[in-house]
């Protein structure tokens, strides 16, 4: 009798440290935020972004950082740096843009795209230096 | 935050006038190795904006704390919640001199930064070498140099005490381009 119990106990613990491995695992390994099969959080186009960030950094941090934002711009630029492509959204300040870092995918697959295009795409958001800077950028859109 | 804002904007005004003196880049590399018995962390910014007036060997960079990408999501989420508090601290910079900017030209050579880093609200005096070398389209620069956490006031709690080194050797690469507009 007392011998089913320890190993129905042996068992029991068996399985709950198992499953905790796994789920420890599985948190350890959880995956990246996938921009492609996301919604955006917020549409916006590149000109209203760069002016929420150069008029009050601090507010448009705690509004645009770490959402999905599709942007919508014409295209001022297209740079290749390595593997990735960057796309530069052309605004209404001289000497600011937007800049999007397009995913190693979207930058083999957009080949299509040329400058004084508009387009929609869709990142996100690591904030702003000189310009707006968006990372893991998808095409969804393009005129 | 104000007073890096407007260090760039002098800096761009400066610019206008003297352009071919003043070399910029906006795509410059930074990446961070953390060895280790546990685990090696890495991690990797190509967002690093750099800024460089030869004339007078003035060095300007500011760098997006969550523009760094780990190759697991959950480290990602702990440095950016946990240990330099990006929400708070969204931004390092670092603004210094090259104290041997005339050894700069076409051939590679080693120069000597000087400045001061602020990271997760907390600035300290560095000294750094670099590898240099001008050419016609751009100055390179690139180098490493190790970081204590401690200096910078970025707790680990006990429990990853094992995980995380003390002690972060930091890479940079920058390819600065003659800023015209």
């Known amino acids: 009798m007392r011998n089913k119990n320890v190993k129905k106990l042996i068992g029991i613990l068996f399985i709950v440290v198992l499953s905790s491995m796994i789920i420890g695992y599985k948190i350890y390994n959880k995956p990246h935020v996938n921009v492609a099969e996301n919604s955006a959080d917020i549409i916006q186009t590149a000109n209203m972004l760069f002016i929420d960030f150069s008029t009050d950094e601090t507010k448009a941090n705690s509004t645009y950082l770490d959402k999905i934002i599709a942007v919508k711009g014409t295209i001022a630029n297209i740079a290749e740096e390595g593997e990735k492509r960057v796309v530069t959204l052309q605004t209404s300040d001289d000497f600011g843009s937007v800049i999007c870092y397009l995913t190693e995918e979207d930058s083999k697959n957009s080949a299509q795209i040329q400058e004084g295009q508009t387009l929609v795409l869709k990142g996100i958001c690591t904030g702003f230096l000189m310009d707006v800077i968006l990372v893991k950028c998808v095409i969804t859109d393009l005129k | ?181």
């Open chain 2, 1 to 181: 935050m104000k007073a890096i804002y407007t260090l760039f904007i002098c800096l761009f005004l400066v610019a206008f006038t003297n352009a071919q003196e003043r070399f910029l880049t906006k795509n410059g590399m930074i990446s961070f190795f953390s060895k280790s018995p546990i685990e090696n962390i890495k991690a990797e910014n190509n967002q690093v904006l750099s800024i460089v007036d030869i004339s007078k060997g003035q060095m300007a960079i500011a760098i997006l704390m969550k523009s760094f990408m780990f190759e697991k999501a959950l480290m990602q989420e702990h440095f950016n919640e946990n240990y330099v508090e990006s929400d708070k601290y969204p931004k390092a910079t670092f603004k210094g001199n090259i104290l041997d900017f005339d050894k700069i030209t076409g051939s590679e050579t080693t120069i000597t930064i000087k400045g001061n880093l602020t990271i997760h609200g907390v600035t300290k005096e560095i000294t750094i070498e670099a590898l240099t070398k001008k050419t016609a389209a751009h100055i390179e620069m690139a180098g490493d140099f190790f970081i204590n956490l401690a200096d910078f006031d970025v707790k680990i709690p006990s429990i990853v005490k094992n995980n995380i080194s003390e002690k972060i050797k930091v890479s940079f690469r920058f390819q600065h381009k003659p800023y015209k507009k």
